[in-house]
């Protein structure tokens, strides 16, 4: 599918992280690319979604630092990148490179539509004059979750015409389960004919690992293992990481919990096991919630932040109290002992994030 050569769509990522923000930015942009769409990465020189970028021919420009606020220097230099590449649509996902847009776009020598890509939830209210004037210059916002739109609709000024609900969106054909239970349990060397339950991400506090083994500790049934895929957060992960192997000791699980380090395929992860946890006290968007789901794996999550939404209020899941192991135990307990959630009921609630469908729904809101 060809698009308008008179169209070009840029994406804004001034971070220096590889994490899940980074990750999104460069898979829709190179999703975008591959619906014909002319596409450039604007970023830091260096930075992993430069190299990425690079890797899989998407074009860069480069910028260097700016402030938050008010950087018009830094606007003004990304004006000029806009108008050397003749961009008509810049997409940004994080806050702080929503200032340097905004200053950008009104610099700019054409017309530039402006999105903002909601990633996180916003807490607190937006309605003061200094917000009511940045956010003037979006025409879009962009939220994954129905939740998020109605928190824009009640904490910011931003004309409701502007916000629209379009899902974070996933390559579901990745977890179509290519790989048996069998062999992926070969693969990850776990055991063959026993519960085991999953748990993926960094090494962090947050992810909630340790309240997790808290929970299988309080489990009746000693016969059900763990998988935690992940690895230490480079340079501030190690004491965490120490912990955890800590609480394996003390609760005696050294024969039962599992740890593997991430890998690129993670579709086998989740072909091995039988039950996802999502331990975050409150996950914004839990994109390893959708793959779990997609891998027609169940989820118990967390009661909080999108996860319920997600999870259609339990309907294609259970959810726990937050930060309570007892909670987490008692669902983990029900769940295998009384619910089936048939595959293709996860499959069916997992469509609409179908990254065709959400490209489509993108480029309707953004005119393309």
Not at 40 to 58: F, H, R, T, Y
Not at 188 to 197: A, E, K, Y
Request: aromatic residues 8%; charged residues 25%; proline residues 3%.
């Amino acid at each position: 599918m060809q698009k308008s050569s008179s169209i070009h769509l840029a994406y804004l990522c001034s971070s220096v992280s590889w994490g899940g923000l980074e990750m999104n930015q460069l898979k829709n942009a190179l999703w975008m690319k591959e619906r014909g769409n002319n596409v450039l990465m604007i970023c830091k020189e260096n930075s992993p979604v430069a190299q990425s970028c690079l890797s899989v021919g998407i074009a860069v420009a480069y910028i260097e630092d700016h402030r938050k606020y008010y950087d018009f220097q830094a606007g003004k230099k990304l004006a000029t990148i806009l108008n050397q590449f003749l961009i008509t649509h810049l997409i940004i996902r994080d806050t702080r490179d929503l200032s340097v847009s905004v200053i950008a776009k009104r610099k700019a020598d054409h017309k530039v539509h402006l999105s903002y890509f909601m990633e996180m939830q916003m807490g607190v209210s937006k309605k003061n004059l200094f917000h009511t004037i940045r956010y003037k210059g979006l025409d879009a916002w962009c939220c994954p979750l129905n939740g998020l739109v109605n928190q824009v609709k009640t904490l910011t000024r931003i004309d409701k015409n502007k916000i629209h609900f379009i899902p974070s969106a996933l390559d579901l054909s990745r977890f179509s389960n290519n790989v048996s239970k069998e062999s992926a349990r070969k693969i990850l060397d776990l055991p063959q004919n026993q519960i085991t339950i999953g748990l993926s991400g960094r090494f962090d506090p947050f992810k909630g690992h340790l309240l997790l083994l808290e929970a299988i500790n309080q489990l009746e049934n000693k016969d059900i293992n763990v998988c935690f895929l992940g690895e230490p957060t480079i340079g501030s992960g190690q004491e965490y990481t120490e912990q955890i192997n800590q609480t394996i000791d003390k609760y005696n699980l050294t024969d039962r919990v599992f740890i593997r380090p991430f890998r690129q395929d993670i579709e086998v992860f989740y072909a091995a096991i039988d039950l996802f946890i999502m331990a975050s006290k409150a996950e914004t968007f839990g994109m390893v919630t959708i793959e779990a789901m997609a891998s027609g794996v169940p989820v118990i999550a967390s009661d909080g932040g999108g996860s319920p939404e997600i999870l259609g209020e339990g309907k294609y899941g259970r959810l726990f109290e937050p930060l309570n192991a007892k909670s987490l135990s008692e669902q983990i307990k029900a769940f295998l002992e009384h619910e089936k959630i048939d595959k293709s009921i996860l499959l069916d609630a997992v469509s609409i994030y179908n990254h065709h469908k959400v490209c489509e729904k993108v480029e309707t809101v953004l005119g393309l």
